[in-house]
Nanobody
Framework: VQLQASGGGLVQPGGSLRLSCTAS????????LGWFRQAPGKEREFVAV??RFANSVKGRFTISRDGAKNTEYLQMSSLKPDDTAVYYC?????????????????????WGQGTLVTVSS
């Protein structure tokens, strides 16, 4: 199983980026993908899963999924310097309909390598 995260880069405050997470080696429809991030010197934190978002990104980030490409996208808008972090996607078998279950990084079986997002002028 592989998760390939891409799309990170340098963007100015207020700008946008779209991250991609492409999965291989698993049945994509059976898994939920979660998004997490880790800023320098900070612990990893939950960002988003499906239609649920951390308060810090709510209203600015959205998720879309292309099942035909085994890919999920994290569209990030109105970016702030505080959004600077390495962003990770992770896959967990869809065994619960409770979204909060997926806020916990420990339940994820597979992780992508991370992609760096830097928001700076």
């Amino acid at each position: 199983v592989q998760l390939q995260a891409s799309g990170g880069g340098l963007v100015q405050p207020g700008g946008s980026l779209r991250l991609s997470c492409t999965a291989s080696g698993l049945t994509f429809s059976r898994y939920r993908l979660g998004w997490f991030r880790q800023a320098p010197g900070k612990e990893r934190e939950f960002v988003a899963v499906s239609t649920r978002f951390a308060n810090s990104v709510k209203g600015r980030f959205t998720i879309s999924r292309d099942g035909a490409k085994n890919t999920e996208y994290l569209q990030m808008s109105s970016l702030k310097p505080d959004d600077t972090a390495v962003y990770y996607c992770a896959a967990a078998l869809h065994t619960s309909d409770l979204y909060s279950y997926y806020y916990n990084a420990d339940i994820y079986e597979y992780w992508g390598q991370g992609t760096l997002v830097t928001v700076s002028s």
